[in-house]
């Protein structure tokens, strides 16, 4: 048997979820105290067929005045990409790794203008370095197992 090209597409990119919340309005916008503001980032990855899995990158941006919650934006940016013929241990990295990155500036985008359209001054996440992600992950794996 021939060994098949390696194949790495991208079927699609799309905004699976997003939410926004601003429980305390319009009492909490006329506040002139700066809010503190919680960004956390997830990524998952699921099978969708035989060779082709979704990467989702997900964000959740709470902003504060003290206890009160300006707003709360969650979003869930995904991509369908086609992985074939690809060695098991670059499957991690590919996924981890290389597929998020694709993801995440339109995550980013949709973020900034979400939250803009609340009628907020947008909030643009900081760049992601998805190596160092996914390696941390991996020695978090790592360290579980051994313990």
């Known amino acids: 048997m021939a060994d098949q090209d390696p194949i790495f597409q991208i079927q699609r990119v799309y905004l699976k979820e997003a939410s926004l919340e601003q429980p305390n309005s319009p009492a909490i916008l006329l506040e002139q105290e700066q809010p503190s503001v919680d960004i956390q980032l997830g990524v998952e990855a699921a099978p969708v067929a035989d060779g082709v899995y979704e990467i989702a990158v997900t ?3 709470q902003t504060k005045i003290q206890d009160k919650t300006v707003f709360l934006v969650e979003a869930k940016q995904a991509g369908i990409f ?3 013929h690809l060695p098991e241990d670059q499957m991690g990295p590919i996924m981890g790794i290389a597929c998020p990155q694709i993801v995440y500036p339109y995550l980013r985008g949709n973020v900034a203008d979400l939250i803009q359209r609340a009628g907020f001054p947008p909030v643009h996440l900081a760049e992601i370095n998805f190596q160092a ?6 020695a978090q794996a790592a360290g579980a197992v051994t313990q």
């Open 133 to 138: 992600m996914y390696e941390q992950q991996q």
């Open 59 to 61: 964000a959740t941006v």
């Open 82 to 84: 086609e992985i074939r």
